[in-house]
């Protein structure tokens, strides 16, 4: 499914993959699509994960390395996911069954952002960020760059072009200007 998406992936494919026979998978799964939702499922959580154990963490470690770090795995994940992603939003049906199945809601989309910003609410609320700093704005900006990041590289794939459609061209550096432009904040400081 991740390679070549839901609607060309077959079950008898899925579980060659998964290492078991197809009457395995289906005492499992309803069907593919229910499959589908189980792995975004199961994918999805690792990232809020990572993102409550960071929260965990807050007062530990420089709050810019923890943010790198988090930006990092962000675009690994996102960039492992876009495929699948791509067979979700071109189904309605499945969309929506998808929907239905995020129950509860605490693994839906919007979790990497809203843990993101509990973690630098507690960073705030120790001092370790300024005041002013809105933690939740914070957090959608970080998330949204990696999420749009991993788009451009899977998108353009290891034939990016040349006239900077992918910059930085490395990942790491991506992750450093991210997080300084997020915490340094741009344009000026008294704008309101």
């Not at 963490?57 to 699948?84: I, K």
């Not at 999420?147 to 900077?164: I, N, Q, S, Y």
Request: charged share 25%; proline share 6%.
């Amino acid at each position: 499914m991740g390679s070549v998406g839901l609607v060309r992936t077959t079950t008898k494919e899925i579980a060659r993959e998964a290492g078991c026979s197809e009457a395995a998978l289906y005492k499992h799964f309803r069907d593919k699509e229910e499959s589908f939702v189980g792995v975004l499922r199961e994918r999805a959580p690792r990232l809020a994960d990572e993102l409550d154990e960071l929260l965990g963490q807050a007062g530990e470690g420089d709050v810019a390395e923890n943010l790198r770090t988090v930006a990092r795995m962000a675009v690994a994940f996102y960039r492992q996911s876009f495929p699948m992603a791509g067979s979700l939003f071109a189904s309605p049906e499945l969309l929506a069954a998808h929907r239905r199945k995020l129950d509860p809601p605490e693994y839906g989309p919007q979790q990497p952002t809203a843990r993101l910003a509990g973690y630098l609410a507690a960073e705030q609320r120790i001092g370790r960020l300024s005041t002013g700093f809105v933690p939740e704005s914070a957090a959608a900006l970080l998330v949204g760059a990696c999420f749009h990041r991993a788009f451009l590289t899977v998108f353009w794939g290891p034939d990016a072009p040349e006239t900077g459609a992918l910059r930085p061209a490395d990942d790491e550096e991506f992750a450093a200007q991210a997080v300084h432009a997020l915490l340094a904040g741009v344009g000026r400081q008294d704008a309101e």
